[in-house]
């Protein structure tokens, strides 16, 4: 069936850094992907989004690669922050099926 | 934009008691979608839909779970008798029509049955 799953349950990084958090995917049909990020006590935010037809997208601090021969994604924060510390979940879907399916998402701790 | 609206934000009831969780979609927003959330299961999909149509129900556990959506900006959750497995937070996302599939989340209801 199909499934979304992260490496890495918990990612803990000094502030200034890089942050990179990995996601794979098992549904060779899947063809959009979305990071979100949710802080405590708050609802899944929009951060970034590709498709498959690409293997590289860049947004304000972020970007996310794709690569569909092995199935996996990752979404880079670029001098992370304090407030980036949240939860991050990788959700793909396919053409038609307009539902989302979730990983178990990534803790991201940022350290001062 | 006021963004996807639930309510209430936390419930506490008792097992057995009807629940019933409420939400706003975005205004102009034709796909409206329930997810639960857990510890254990994470994010999971209960049903969603289009232009008040129920498309797929297949997530919802069991009987005891309903949803309805009598206009576009209205939707509900019911669960009738709730138990104390049914605990969680429980979101709504609405999602437009048009463009990519980026579902816009509101803030959860977060539900205890004890």
């Known amino acids: 069936g199909e499934s979304v799953g992260l490496h890495l349950p918990t990612l803990s990084v000094q502030e200034g850094d890089n942050s990179i958090i990995n996601c794979a995917y098992s549904?060779?049909?899947?063809?959009?992907f979305i990071w979100y990020k949710q802080e405590s006590g708050k609802g899944p935010q929009f951060i970034i989004d590709?498709?498959?037809?690409?293997d590289k997208r860049q947004g304000q601090r972020v970007t996310v690669l794709l690569n569909k021969t092995v199935k996996h994604l990752s979404l880079q924060i670029a001098a992370t922050q304090p407030g980036d510390s949240a939860v991050y979940f990788c959700?793909?879907?396919?053409?038609?099926?307009?539902?989302?399916?979730f990983g178990s998402g990534t803790r991201l701790q940022v350290q001062p | 934009d006021a963004g996807v609206i639930q309510s209430p934000r936390h419930e506490v009831t008792e097992m057995g008691q009807e629940v019933t969780l409420r939400c706003k979609p975005i205004?102009?927003?034709?796909?409206l979608f329930w997810y639960r959330q857990t510890m254990m299961r994470g994010l999971e999909l209960l049903i969603y839909?289009?232009?008040?149509?129920?498309?797929?129900d297949s997530g919802m556990p069991e009987d005891r779970f309903s949803a309805k959506m009598p206009n576009a900006s209205f939707s509900t959750l019911k669960i009738q008798p709730s138990e104390p497995r049914d605990s969680a937070v429980y979101f709504c996302?609405?999602?437009?029509?048009?463009?990519?599939?980026?579902?816009?989340f509101g803030p959860g209801t977060r539900l205890t049955v004890l």
């Open positions: 996302a609405s999602s437009p029509v048009d463009g990519a599939d980026t579902q816009y």
């Open positions: 549904n060779s049909a899947s063809d959009y």
């Open positions: 590709i498709r498959s037809n690409m």
């Open positions: 959700a793909e879907t396919h053409t038609g099926r307009r539902a989302l399916t």
């Open positions: 205004s102009g927003h034709d796909y």
């Open positions: 839909f289009n232009n008040n149509v129920p498309i797929d």
